[in-house]
């Protein structure tokens, strides 16, 4: 059987560690009361359809469906797949068609800090629709598997729709750092060693880090799997 990796242990850090050190110069990212401070994401109308939703869990009817669990992994690995080749392919000019490219140095000028903000941003329009997409469609794969699932795909909607908002607000943040540290670069040849490099581990921890909660579903989809053999 094909398994998800990696591990939900070292993909989180990887991102959160990436902007902690584009953000060291201004004094960093605090992590502590992490339970109280997620709690404060969660306004009273979300809070209301959250309790609301935890209510039916128990109450919902299950219809069995066909196995399909290995097609939602299937279909996970596909657009992790997409979404990682879709961001090495516009790094690199040549290395195949792409909607989204790295700015050009034209005339021996490099591209303002703004050009590499729309660039980022760009990446993380089409980041969040593939991966509503595909959350949207493991939902419903996991949904017809067991009870225990469609009450887990039932949650997994509710909390994703009461902290969207705000997780959209974070993930917008992040073009700015970019445009940010391309201003403190020191010299204009860092453009293709180490401001390209830092781009592309910032693009691609934080595909990981939005597939987290697909991840986990698929990996309960697996568990599922492992109790019936």
């Known amino acids: 059987m094909t398994r998800v990796a990696p591990s939900v242990t070292f993909v989180l850090p990887r991102l959160v560690s990436l902007l902690a050190e584009h953000t060291a110069a201004q004094g960093g990212v605090s992590h502590s009361q992490f339970a109280r401070r997620l709690g404060d994401l969660i306004d009273l109308s979300n809070s209301v359809a959250l309790s609301e939703t935890l209510s039916l869990l128990g109450k919902q009817e299950f219809i069995a469906v066909d196995d399909h669990s290995a097609g939602g992994r299937e279909d ?6 997409a979404m990682i080749s879709a961001v090495l392919r516009s790094l ?6 792409t909607r989204i ?6 005339d021996g000028e490099a591209p303002q800090a703004q050009a590499y903000r729309k660039f980022y941003a760009a990446h993380q329009g089409e980041m969040e629709a593939r991966v509503r997409g595909l959350q949207e469609r493991v939902r419903d794969t996991a949904s017809g598997l067991s009870p225990e699932l469609l009450k887990l795909a039932s949650l ?5 729709d009461s902290l969207l908002a705000h997780s959209r607000r974070l993930f917008a943040s992040i073009p700015a750092l970019v445009a940010d540290r391309f201003e403190a ?6 453009l293709d060693t180490t401001f390209r490099s830092e781009v592309q581990a910032l693009l ?4 990981e880090a939005r597939l ?4 986990g579903l698929i990996e309960a989809m697996d568990e599922l799997t492992d109790r019936a053999l």
């Open 185 to 190: 670069l020191e010299s204009p040849a860092a």
């Open 156 to 160: 997994d909607a509710a909390v994703g």
């Open 76 to 81: 996970f690995l596909r657009v992790r797949a």
């Open 204 to 207: 691609l921890a934080e595909i």
């Open 101 to 106: 490219r790295w700015p050009k140095v034209t």
């Open 92 to 97: 690199f000019p040549g290395s195949g068609a």
């Open 212 to 215: 987290l909660p697909v991840q």
